[in-house]
Structure formats: structure tokens, C-alpha cells
């Protein structure tokens, strides 16, 4: 091969790749409005992205898989803990993260602030990533969870359980979090009927609950009740 | 040493050092975060956040003041002229430095721009363009009086017009999250497997050429059939960080196939540094320096080629997005393509610039052999905490702290490993400040 050869092997390659990339951005630039909801992007969206970066969010969490591998992603953080999560985790890290083994900081963030940026991860959580991350996926059971159903028959309930991210907060025989209250013995305290209460609306049974109402049809609330009441 | 103003680079080269040592104690700091609870006081005022701005701008600071200092050094060499202006050198190395370090005790007050690897502030990242245009302008002044262009030069000022460039993609506030990380890839993508390629693709043909005497004509050429390849998969492979963040679906093929292709010209580069290495027409007067050169190329293909190859289909990316494996992947990739070769260029150059021929190299090879272990040690328990966290969180389900309590052991490793590395930076830097000239080569 001669130089020159070579040289218009550097060239081609080169060009053909550029080209490539800036024709798609062109592309990206007509789609991602759509994809991303940007008629969403109110100026109170805008003010939350402002705050995400002023405190450094980033440098710990990752969105859209982005980021500090410290803390959970926050892309979907909206439909995993809610509103109410949020402002908890937010607010009083010191109290959400008290039995954590890893902790957040408090920054004190103006009540304004708070709003800012729980209205951005709002925004952020309808962006279509397809269906990323995989456990966030909100309308399916995993593939996993499948499996186990069908293959070591385990309870739907059980399955549920731990598809639908319920140990991101709860422990079950010390597996799992511990922002909410450990199940162990769940089934000894309340029966199916007011476990299913609890589930369906939390802070309608008690006004202080922590915990969100979750987007779950009746059928899984009695599947994850029949299983809970067997915690005892 | 030719030319009086290759000395210029020898500051560069100190300071670079030095950051890199502090670079590998933020390092161990933030593995300390993974494995050991911390109290909530120290966490608020120093949080794992603040730690991890420090220690990647680190990286980034030396690694752009290796090169920098790099193409200072063979600059007087390639262009047969002394550098256009020596005090300009000085003062760009001087501003970019009191930039840097105001920007890290920044961080720590919480003045950042908040975003992950760019947090620089935006008034600061003034100096930084300030510094950059004083840097291309010397360089561009050295190459256009010298009238003797060379592919190596041309390779070279084109990675630096472009690197300087792609930084001003980062500045702006994007309004759309989506476009904003778009964005950012263009700065940290484009950066590592474009620009940077370009420079240390350059800057290693040129010690290629001096340490062998393999004829130019043949390290031109394999410069360019390897850049034309690296630009051909990079370029487009941009496109496997595009896999999620609100582009539309075809960047799962883009992304999929050109990245897929990223591994070929590294092994192109690895063959080609053997053949001259095998070829070569002049003594080898310090082994040490084409050891820390093919240490370079072989960790090159480990890290980022083997490393990146295995998360970078979309299929297997789905699930290890975000996740530790990528941690493994980062920190094998810079210590590859980019440490090493900083490294590679600080052993051939101090003992030019100190005027000795033949250095004693017993300690150096130490410190290089207990860095590689160190690194592939830490790059592993990374990995091997990446697919739990993968296996744990995304394929199980289970929840993200109780996936993390099972990846504590591992940090420890992680750790372990962290400070068997230190020692080997602690040993390589000492040596390479106070290498001392052997009367015999060693072997």
C-alpha cells in the first residue's frame, strides 16, 4: 500500500463517518421533541434542571444512565418513589437513609427548589428511552419474574413483590431497603383485606404513611395481599 | 535534547505527576464511600459527589497537560525550530493550572456547573478556552515557521483544533435533557476516540520513529490507515451512548455496528507498534521506554477495546447501562490508551531533558509493573461488581441499595487494588523526578 493509499484511507474513513453523524444529529434534532416531550418543558422543568445541576445531583445519581454510580437512577425516579419520595429523600436525607449503609447529603434545598426539580424528574420520566432501565420498566412483569412463576412456582404475589420494586423500600428476611418497614411479620399484624386496603391507597388508611399509591390493578393488590398475609 | 525550548515541557510533565497522584487519592477516597458507611455530617459537607468531580477532572487536567507538555517537547524536534515562544508555554501553563485549582477548591464550596466530567464553572471555562487558543497559536506559529510539514504534525494540530473545539459543546445550558447529554458526548466521546486518539496516535508514531529508526515513510503511513479507522468506528460509535437517552431506535444499529468495528483499529495499532518494534533499525538504548510503549498499546486493546467491546452491543448495553461494568471499562480504557502513553512520553523525554543517554531503570520497571497489575486487579473487581449490580438490580429486580450491600465485598477489592496502584504511582513518579544516568545498559 502507498502513502498515498493510505492518506485516502484517512480521508474516506473519516468523512464517511462525520457524514453519517451529522446527518442523524439533523435527524435527532426533528425527533427528539417528540420523543422527549418538549412541549412538557415548562419553565418550571427548566428551573429543576437548574437545581439537578446546582446541587450536583449527577455526580452521585445517573439519569439516563449518566453519571455518578452512587446512588440509584433518577430518570424514572418519578415512577419508582413518587412525588412524595422525592421530597422525603430530598428534605430529610439524614431520617430516608438513617438505616442505610450509604448516605445522602442534606443540602437544603428552598421549598421552591423542591418543587423545581421534583416537576423536572416529573418531565424526565416520560422521556422514551425503550423501556430503559430495565428495573424501572413499569407496565411488564420481567422476564425474570416470569420465570419464576411459571418454573419454581412461586406466588404471583412474590413475583409482584419484586417486580414491582417493593423491596426498593421493604426487607423481607433482611433482603432489600430499609426507608420502609421490614414485612417479616406483616401477616401476624393485619389481615389480607386491610393489607389490600393499605396497598391500594396508603395515605387514605393512614395520612402519614410514607408510602405512594402505586399503579396496580385489583388483581395484582390481591395477588401481593394473599402474599403478604403469609408473612408471618 | 536538540533544542533549548523542548524544556518548556518538563513543568508540564512535573505538575501532570503530581496531579495524578492526587488523581489516585480522590480514587481511593470514593472507593472508601462504596464500602464503608460514612456519617451523615461528613457526607453533607463533603459528599460522594464533590470527591468524584475532583478526581475526574484530575484526570482530565493531567492528561491534557501530558499532552500538552508532549507536543512541547517533540515539537523543536519534528518542525527543526525552537518553540515560537517559550513564555507563552509558561504562561498558558500557569493560567491553566490556577484555572484548574481554583475550579477544584471550587467544587468543594459547591461552585460547579454540575455536570458530570464538565462541572467546571462556566466563567472559569473562559480561561480554559483562553489557555487552550494561547496553546493552538504556539503550536500553529512553531509548525507554520518551521515550513517543514510532516503527517505527525498535521495528525497532531488537527486533534488539538479539534479537541479545543469540542469543549464549546459543553459550555452551553441545554434546556432538553436529552440534547444536553447529546451533547456531552460530543466532548467526552469525540474527545477520547477522536481528538485524543488523533494526538496520542501522533505523539506515539513520533517515539515510535525515534526509538526504532523504522524509516518515516512506513509510521506515516500506518498513522494514517490506523486514524482513518479509529475515525471511521468512533466517529459514528458515538452512537452506543445514544442507545437510551430519547433518540430514536436506529442508534441501536448505528451505535451497534461502528462501535462494534471500535476494537480493529486498536489491534491494528498493537500489531503495527510490534512490527516496528520488531523492525527496528537503532539500538534500543532504554528498554524501559518500549516497554511502557507496548504496555501502552497491549492495555490499549485490553481496556478500551476488550472492556468496551463486551457492554457496547445493544442488547448486552441494556442491561449493564450505568452500572459498575462501565467503571471497570473507564478505568481500564484511560489507564490504557492515555496514562500509559503519558507515561511512555515522560520516560523518553526527562531523560532527554536532564541529558542522560542511558538511565538506570530497575525501580521504573517496578513502579510500571505493579501499576498494570494494580489496574487489571481493580479493573476486574470493578467488573465482577458490575455483573452483580447488573444481575442483581436490573435483571432480579431487587432493589438498588440491596444489589449494592452485595457489591460492598468487592469494593473492597476495588479498594485493595487501589492502593497497591498508589504505591506504583508513588514509586514511578519518584523515579521518574530523580532518574539517575547508568553507565551500562540495563536488560
Not at chain 2, 460522594?48 to 512541547?72: C, D, K, Q, S
Not at chain 2, 485549582?101 to 460547579?112: D, E, I, P, R, S
Not at chain 2, 518494534?277 to 534500543?284: D, M, N, P, S
Not at chain 2, 541529558?355 to 476486574?380: D, H, N, P, Q, Y
Amino acid at each position: 500500500m502507498s502513502k498515498k493509499a493510505a492518506f485516502w484511507i484517512f480521508i474516506s474513513g473519516t468523512l464517511v463517518s462525520l457524514i453519517i453523524l451529522l446527518a442523524l444529529t439533523f435527524d435527532f434534532h426533528q425527533k427528539v421533541k417528540a420523543l422527549t416531550h418538549a412541549e412538557n418543558l415548562s419553565p418550571q422543568v427548566l428551573a429543576g434542571k437548574w437545581a439537578w445541576e446546582k446541587y450536583n445531583c449527577n455526580d452521585c445519581h445517573t439519569i439516563l444512565g449518566f453519571g455518578g454510580y452512587y446512588g440509584p437512577d433518577m430518570t424514572r425516579a418519578y415512577w419508582r418513589i413518587g412525588e412524595s419520595g422525592i421530597r422525603y429523600a430530598v428534605e430529610k436525607p439524614e431520617q430516608a437513609f438513617a438505616n442505610s449503609f450509604r448516605k445522602m447529603p442534606k443540602k437544603n434545598l428552598s421549598p421552591e427548589e423542591i418543587d423545581n426539580l421534583v416537576a423536572f424528574l416529573k418531565w424526565t420520566s416520560q422521556i422514551d428511552t425503550h423501556d430503559w432501565p430495565p428495573q424501572d420498566r413499569k407496565f411488564k412483569l420481567s422476564s425474570e419474574a416470569k420465570r419464576l412463576v411459571a418454573g419454581a412456582g412461586i406466588s404471583v404475589g412474590a413475583a409482584l413483590f419484586k417486580d414491582k420494586g417493593c423491596f426498593n423500600c421493604h426487607a423481607l428476611q433482611g433482603v432489600g431497603g430499609t426507608t420502609g418497614s421490614s414485612l417479616d411479620k406483616i401477616g401476624s399484624k393485619l389481615d389480607k383485606e386491610a393489607i389490600a386496603r393499605y396497598i391500594e391507597d396508603p395515605s387514605k388508611v393512614n395520612p402519614q404513611a410514607k408510602m405512594l399509591k402505586f399503579d396496580l390493578s385489583s388483581e395484582e393488590i390481591e395477588a401481593l395481599a394473599k402474599f403478604l398475609e403469609n408473612q408471618k | 535534547m536538540e533544542y533549548k525550548s523542548q524544556k518548556v515541557a518538563y513543568p508540564y510533565f512535573v505538575i501532570a505527576l503530581f496531579l495524578f497522584l492526587l488523581q489516585v487519592l480522590f480514587g481511593l477516597w470514593l472507593a472508601i464511600n462504596y464500602f464503608f458507611t460514612l456519617p451523615q455530617g461528613l457526607v453533607n459537607v463533603f459528599p460522594f459527589a464533590t470527591a468524584r468531580a475532583i478526581h475526574t477532572n484530575l484526570l482530565v487536567l493531567w492528561m491534557l497537560l501530558g499532552f500538552m507538555g508532549g507536543t512541547y517537547f517533540l515539537l523543536p524536534d519534528e518542525t527543526k525550530r525552537e518553540i515560537y515562544s517559550p513564555g507563552l508555554a509558561y504562561f498558558q501553563l500557569v493560567l491553566l493550572v490556577v484555572t484548574g485549582v481554583v475550579a477544584l477548591v471550587g467544587f468543594v464550596f459547591g461552585w460547579t456547573q454540575g455536570r458530570p466530567l464538565l462541572e467546571i464553572p462556566r466563567p472559569l471555562d473562559f480561561a480554559v478556552v483562553i489557555g487552550a487558543l494561547i496553546f493552538l497559536f504556539n503550536v500553529g506559529m512553531t509548525m507554520l515557521k518551521g515550513k517543514n510539514w510532516t503527517v505527525i504534525q498535521g495528525t497532531l494540530l488537527a486533534g488539538l483544533i479539534v479537541l479545543a473545539l469540542l469543549y464549546l459543546f459543553g459550555i452551553p445550558f441545554y434546556h432538553n435533557l436529552s440534547v444536553d447529554w447529546y451533547y456531552w458526548w460530543w466532548v467526552i466521546h469525540l474527545w477520547v476516540e477522536g481528538a485524543w486518539e488523533m494526538i496520542t496516535a501522533a505523539i506515539i508514531a513520533w517515539i515510535l520513529l525515534k526509538i526504532t529508526g523504522v524509516p518515516r515513510e512506513v509510521v506515516e503511513k500506518w498513522l494514517y490507515v490506523e486514524l482513518g479507522l479509529f475515525l471511521f468506528t468512533g466517529i459514528a460509535g458515538i452512537g452506543h451512548h445514544y442507545y437510551w437517552l430519547g433518540a430514536p431506535k436506529y442508534w441501536l444499529y448505528v451505535g451497534g455496528i461502528f462501535s462494534g468495528l471500535e476494537p480493529v483499529p486498536i489491534i491494528l495499532m498493537l500489531i503495527d507498534t510490534f512490527k516496528h518494534v520488531k523492525h527496528r533499525q537503532l539500538e534500543i538504548k532504554n528498554p524501559l521506554v518500549w516497554t511502557y510503549a507496548v504496555g501502552c498499546a497491549v492495555f490499549h486493546l485490553l481496556g478500551a477495546g476488550v472492556f468496551g467491546f463486551v457492554h457496547t452491543l445493544p442488547m448486552i448495553n441494556y442491561y449493564t447501562h450505568g452500572s459498575q461494568v462501565t467503571a471497570a471499562h473507564g478505568h481500564m480504557a484511560f489507564f490504557g490508551a492515555y496514562a500509559l502513553l503519558n507515561l511512555t512520553v515522560f520516560y523518553y523525554a526527562i531523560p532527554k531533558l536532564k541529558g542522560i543517554e542511558f538511565f538506570k531503570e530497575s525501580l521504573g520497571r517496578v513502579g510500571f509493573w505493579i501499576m498494570v497489575i494494580a489496574m487489571t486487579g481493580m479493573g476486574l473487581a470493578f467488573g465482577v461488581a458490575g455483573v452483580l449490580q447488573t444481575y442483581l438490580e436490573r435483571v432480579m429486580g431487587l432493589g438498588y441499595m440491596t444489589a449494592q450491600g452485595e457489591m460492598r465485598f468487592w469494593f473492597k477489592i476495588v479498594f485493595s487494588f487501589g492502593l497497591i496502584f498508589l504505591s506504583g504511582v508513588i514509586i514511578t513518579i519518584y523515579d521518574l523526578l530523580t532518574l539517575k544516568p547508568s553507565v551500562k545498559r540495563e536488560g
